[in-house]
């Protein structure tokens, strides 16, 4: 089998994918997978992640969908609900640690004056964002490069002859020989981000504690939210999580991403949903999957 | 009076600006500011205007909240609601039209010489957002650089000597000396960006056609988020805008930006809110403010 995955090598994605490859060996995604080989197949976007396994040029990917600081992937939530059709069949969560990594050259005179050599620093938008008051208290004046991921940031610095630093994981510190300067730098703790692995075809098996997961869009008119909600309700069913994204057909127009404890085939999670789908204008089933 | 907004000059922020600077002098927000100086100061970032409106260095400040494509503007619903004390004032709706600007030199041997001789492309991520299906299409293998607003980017242009283009603003293009190789390339129509005028003191007047901004988080038990819904439903309050952002305490912790139909200085609101206020374990009054 074929996974898509967000590369280079020193992704969080990459951590997230063997995750999952090694639970798909474990046996927690049924029979039809254990044992098979289950080649990597890199990507350079998550939306090149979705796309490579929605055009069949892979079996699987795994892509960021939140975190619990920066919030919603908007590419992930946007072309899941949009652009493609495709089974949500597997999550794993990764603690995110950021780190500030420099070349040995930056780092061989003490922590001090590597921090004071620094001349730009690298990253993917998320773990800036993550960093963000780490960096206003002590790079205020420094410029900021977005890369299209944290790995690639280190791999530049790596590649560089200048005192550049990335923001990235010691993961990728290791696998381009950069030195860690300054560990956890990420402003707050538990930071952790939500991946979860896509299918073209299959929900993931019901293992008694799974999770289901929508979206859907109410009418504009008032109250519309609170009675598609109050369905849910009425079943006992419990959200664990939800998300506005906008419609973007008009400001104020939004479409709403929930996970509900339980699994599709479940009896009370199909009636509750056959009832929500008329009561809602657009509604799509997303999957269901063990919870990680 | 100093208002802050995110220049440099030629962003749609300074759009914005203008468009709020015009209704303060037409008297739309009372007397007492008709008539006064309103001195432009200009920041780098989002973060920068909220936090010299906080710090006093300007009397108000200007800035982007929602797009009705890209979503929430991260940085100001979490300061708003961590960060700073502040009062929500006033609304400006700019519509987003962005344009592919390249020097002169890259436009003359015509539009599909232009666009082949193209080498980087540079602009906001917001703005890359937007035109993400437009640079797929057209621009699958040509490196994308993010800038600190699109106006930057279109300087950034503008100074080089390279075939660069940037995604920007007619304004933009103006002020920079650049060409329009391409208008209007954003992905959908109905591009608006939301900006909200931010006060140490004051809200809006209650003009009998205004909004009131809330944040609230409900406590992590199945149907919270429903009963708080409830309470607004029950005082039969038109809800314009409802937006999760994590809490970031917890991967499945959410907090919920609403905007409401009405002034909080209208019995029904204030006795919504009230008990809304009882039913959350958080809550922050954002501020009234005219609808725009």
Redesign the interface.
Known sequence: MRIAYLGPQGTFSEEAVEIYRASLDSGRYGAFTTGSAHELVQCTSN?EVISTVAGGQADEGVVAI??????PV??TLDMLAWDVDLHIKGEV?VPIIQNLLVRYETAEAGTGAGVRAITKILSH?QAV?QC?AFL?RHFPSIPV??ASSTALAAHMVADSRESWAAIASTRAAAQCGLTVLLPSIQD?D?N?T?FVALSRDKDGPNTGKCKTSIVFATEHV??S??RA??V??LW???????????A?????N?IFFVDIEGHREDENIRDALTMLKKKTFYFKMLGSYPTA
């Open positions: 939306a939140e975190n619990s600081i920066e919030g908007n590419v969560l938008p964002g963000a206003n490069q977005y707050k538990n952790v939500r008032p109250g939210l609170y909600l109050g849910l309700n006992d069913l419990n959200l664990t999580k939800i998300e506005s994204r906008p973007k057909n008009q400001l104020g939004y």
